[in-house]
């Protein structure tokens, strides 16, 4: 996965704190309310820091454009990523079960 401007090795698949807050234009205190939501789980390094997944920073993005377009809650935003993820999955699984019948 490549993001225009994010000056990562080819195979890193995480963002630290900083490039996350840079890369979704959120505060950094909305990162640390969506951790402790358990929205979004960081890796923790040893260097007591965290990584985010790519995946995290698209997943911020929607929340963000629905909180701002839609005018919803971020715990209203963050349930109708998660339902809107959860249908990708299952019309993934039923275009697979639909290759075996």
């Known amino acids: 996965m490549h993001m225009p401007g994010l000056n990562l090795p080819e195979r890193s698949e995480y963002v630290a704190w900083a490039q996350l807050v840079q890369l979704t234009s959120i505060q950094p205190a909305e990162v640390s309310e969506l951790v402790d939501l358990g929205w979004i789980s ?10 985010f997944r790519l995946k995290d920073v698209y997943r911020i993005h929607k929340l963000m454009r629905l909180v701002h377009d839609l005018e919803v809650s971020v715990y209203g ?6 339902l809107l993820e959860r249908i990708e999955e299952l019309e993934v699984e039923v275009g697979e079960l639909k290759r075996l019948v």
């Open 77 to 82: 935003g963050s349930i109708i990523v998660d």
């Open 42 to 51: 960081p890796k923790k390094t040893g260097a007591e820091e965290y990584l």
